[in-house]
Nanobody, 126 residues
Framework: QVQLVESGGGSVQTGGSLRLSCAASLRTFSDYAMGWFRQAPGKEREFVAA???????????DYADSVKGRFTISRDNAKKTVYLQMNSLKPEDTAVYYC????????????????WGQGTQVTVSS
C-alpha cells in the first residue's frame, strides 16, 4: 500500500520560513511527478507546486502564482522524498498542506493525483 507522509508543518510568524517534507513509499518514486497542495478553512484545495524528474539532475517545476518567488519545491529520489521550502510566509499561506503523486505530470496542476498524504498544518500569524 502506497503511503505519503508529510511532516514539517507548524506555526510561524509573518515573514518566517518552514520546510515541509513528504516521504513516499512508492516503489518507483523517480517515475512520479510530485506535488504540493493546500486547503485553507472554508476554501477548496488548491495547487501549490509540482516537480517531475526528467533525468540526471534535471527537473521540471511549476508553481501557483501566489507562491512564486517564495516557495521552492525539490525532491531527493534516493530518499523518495519531496520538499517544499516556504519563505516569506504570509497569513494567507495558513492551510493544511498535502503532497500528492501522479505518474502524469499534467494532472497535478489540475488538482488530480494517484496518491495523497494526510496533510500537515501550517499556521502563519501576523
Amino acid at each position: 500500500q502506497v503511503q505519503l507522509v508529510e511532516s514539517g508543518g507548524g506555526s510561524v510568524q509573518t515573514g518566517g520560513s518552514l520546510r515541509l517534507s513528504c516521504a513516499a513509499s512508492l516503489r518507483t518514486f523517480s517515475d512520479y511527478a510530485m506535488g504540493w497542495f493546500r486547503q485553507a478553512p472554508g476554501k477548496e484545495r488548491e495547487f501549490v507546486a509540482a516537480t517531475k524528474w526528467i533525468g540526471l539532475n534535471t527537473y521540471y517545476a511549476d508553481y501557483a502564482d501566489s507562491v512564486k518567488g517564495r516557495f521552492t519545491i525539490s525532491r531527493d529520489n534516493a530518499k523518495k522524498t519531496v520538499y517544499l521550502q516556504m519563505n516569506s510566509l504570509k497569513p494567507e499561506d495558513t492551510a493544511v498542506y498535502y503532497c500528492a503523486a501522479d505518474q502524469r505530470w499534467e494532472r497535478l496542476p489540475r488538482g488530480l493525483g494517484d496518491y495523497w498524504g494526510q496533510g500537515t498544518q501550517v499556521t502563519v500569524s501576523s
